[in-house]
């Protein structure tokens, strides 16, 4: 059971939101609709580009995935950011995926992204950038947002840098300090944005959302507008 809304918010994002009454509930929507951009996506043009939401909302969705039934060979996974570590640091937004999911799917190698943000932020992000140009727009973006707002790694009261695809971090706020984002315009460049947001820590980002203030989730804005799918706060 889901209700849907539509919000006209800071500076003209269109958010539509689906409000669902269990996490069982919003996980099995959320895995549905990336199944379906998958499926169009590649009937209309071969393949599915898919950039993945780091944090840990996400990872019971991906654990789904691991058990879908898709055809994996045209799926080509981005991540929308990822924290200067190891490659195999148990923090690592690429690790997750690849543990709950990438890696027990026959998704071709060369056709998962990580971000090389193992290289730091200033060469891991010029190495992305190198990845992500000529791609068009993406055909589906996963995005969370954390309790002060923040959405990938665009965080309230920082600037970012939106002349390139993907920019250095080097003084977040949820650690560590380093990481690696896209940018907000190249996050935007997408057929379909979900932001998926759980859990009653997310309320004052979610009241502040829908009451026009500019947190940085409203600056992704998609000609399609963004689809929230929220379980654990309140829509007021
Ligand atoms: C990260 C994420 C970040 C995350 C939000 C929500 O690397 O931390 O990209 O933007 O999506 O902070 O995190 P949770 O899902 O863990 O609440």
Redesign the pocket.
Known sequence: MQNASQLIGADSQISHWHSFESQESINQAVLKRILQAADSAIAARGSFSIVL?????PKQVYALLRHADADWSKWHVYH??D?CLPADHADR?SLMARQVWLDHVAIPANQIHDIPAELGPVEGAKAYAETLKGLGDFDLVLL???EDG????LFPGHTWDDSVDAFPVFDSP?PPAERISISARRLSQAREVMFLVTGAGKQEAVDNWRRGVAIPATVIRPEAGVDVYCFGVKLS
């Open positions: 939401a780091g944090g840990s909302t929308n950011d924290r937004n969370g947002v954390g923040h959405t990938a790694s949820k």
